[in-house]
Nanobody, 119 residues
Framework: QVQLVESGGGLVQAGGSLRLSCAASGSIFSINGMGWHRQAPGKQRELVAT???????NYADSVKGRFTISRDNAKKAVYLQMNSLKPEDTAVYYC?????????????WGQGTQVTVSS
């Protein structure tokens, strides 16, 4: 069984920073792409940032220059450093990863962590 567990969410004032972490555990052979998505109340889940196994990154336009995604392959973890937070960043943040277990490669999602930015 594979699990992704996020941590680091919370309440912060506008302009502040938070760092989200997500660790994978279980019978994992390898992890390919990893990423973060978010879902605000009444809105669809949207991509925030992705990172390949080689370290190439991609960001949503709304977070470019403010958020940084990184990963630690040895720890099977992905991180999201969020700076200059805005009220519109308020959402539940989910990590995801493409994980190879045995002969099966599939996507997994974490349970989500709430980020609330007050104005």
């Amino acid at each position: 069984q594979v699990q992704l567990v996020e941590s680091g969410g919370g309440l912060v004032q506008a302009g502040g920073s938070l760092r989200l972490s997500c660790a994978a555990s279980g019978s994992i052979f390898s992890i390919n792409g990893m990423g973060w998505h978010r879902q605000a109340p009444g809105k669809q889940r949207e991509l925030v940032a992705t990172i390949t196994s080689g370290g190439s990154t991609n960001y949503a336009d709304s977070v470019k220059g403010r958020f940084t995604i990184s990963r630690d392959n040895a720890k099977k973890a992905v991180y999201l450093q969020m700076n200059s937070l805005k009220p519109e960043d308020t959402a539940v943040y989910y990590c995801n990863a493409d994980i190879l277990t045995g002969w099966v490669n599939r996507g997994y999602w974490g349970q989500g962590t709430q980020v609330t930015v007050s104005s």
